[in-house]
Nanobody, 115 residues
Framework: QVQLVESGGGLVQAGGSLKLTCVGSGTIISINFMGWYRQPPGKQRELVATMTSGGTINYADSVKGRFTMSRDDANNNVYLQMNSLQPEDTGVYYC?????????WGQGTQVTVSS
């Protein structure tokens, strides 16, 4: 059974940094797309960064130049390095994987940025 588990969230002051990790367990094959999403308090879930199977990365305009998505295929890990964090980056961050046959979400990790 495939599971995605995020970690690395926490409380940080504005201007600080966090690195989120998403670890995939089980056998995940034919990945088409991976992504990080977030859900700010009282708002809908929104896209933060995506990566295709070929390695093309796209970022939401609000995080460009501050966040970096990367992956470690050998360990089924996906990362999100977040720098220059701002209070508006506060939310629950989710890892997402889309394969040819299925899609998976992690349980989320809370990121809180204080001003």
């Amino acid at each position: 059974q495939v599971q995605l588990v995020e970690s690395g969230g926490g409380l940080v002051q504005a201007g600080g940094s966090l690195k989120l990790t998403c670890v995939g367990s089980g056998t995940i094959i034919s990945i088409n797309f991976m992504g990080w999403y977030r859900q700010p308090p009282g708002k809908q879930r929104e896209l933060v960064a995506t990566m295709t199977s070929g390695g093309t990365i796209n970022y939401a305009d609000s995080v460009k130049g501050r966040f970096t998505m990367s992956r470690d295929d050998a360990n089924n890990n996906v990362y999100l390095q977040m720098n220059s964090l701002q209070p508006e980056d506060t939310g629950v961050y989710y890892c997402y994987v889309l394969t040819t046959w299925n899609n998976y979400w992690g349980q989320g990790t809370q990121v809180t940025v204080s001003s």
